[in-house]
């Protein structure tokens, strides 16, 4: 693992639950947060405290430790790619919801475009706000007393390269499937640790430091305001 950029701690504690390779933790740390991460499966590349097992498990018997809870349920179950191909996955996000509001701390559920049927008012990031050279659009629910307005969403108007293929100058990346130019993505995303797996499903560390940020300033401000 590389060693952790710095960052500027804000005292509050954030689970990351199905972390996964730690796309989303990354950017809670840079938020300032110090990050645990819980996942069914080894994530021997995961740069934080880790913890494996059942994460809607974790959630119900944990949670409560945390200032702000983090969750990204396995997004094939809601993949339009899997529905077509008929294939079935776990559907987690109601459960994971449920897990979390029965915490009463502040929430994030984040999920793929397919998912948007089952998400309660989400937001929807793009790696176009961040400056990224991909899309990736990801969408993001937030409860227990964390609301976020959704920011100006830019037209997905530039060429996006056909998978396989390294990404040209001019053109957005598609890091999916057996896609090309591994250490360009980690680059690109800012997931230097990450494995081709990891990065097709991570979110990437500037969506989850925007919303860290967010969430921050608003966990404080509900402590000084009680």
Known sequence: ???LPPRAPNGLRVLDAFCCQGG???GYHLAGFDVTGVDLHPQPRYPFPFIQGDAVEYIRTHGHEYDLIAGSPPCQGYSDCQVIQGRTHPMLIAPTRQAMQATGRPYVIENVPGALPHLINPIVLCGAMF???TYRDRWFETGGGLTLAQPHHPRHDKP???MGRPRKDG???HYV???SGVQAARDDLG???MTRDGI???IPPAYARWIGQHAAAAITTAAVAA
């Open 1 to 3: 693992m590389h060693t």
């Open 24 to 26: 989303a933790s990354m």
């Open 131 to 133: 400056g990224l050279n």
């Open 160 to 162: 996006i390269t056909k």
């Open 171 to 173: 053109e957005m990346a």
């Open 177 to 179: 499937g057996n896609f």
């Open 191 to 193: 997931v230097l640790w």
């Open 200 to 202: 097709r499903e991570c």
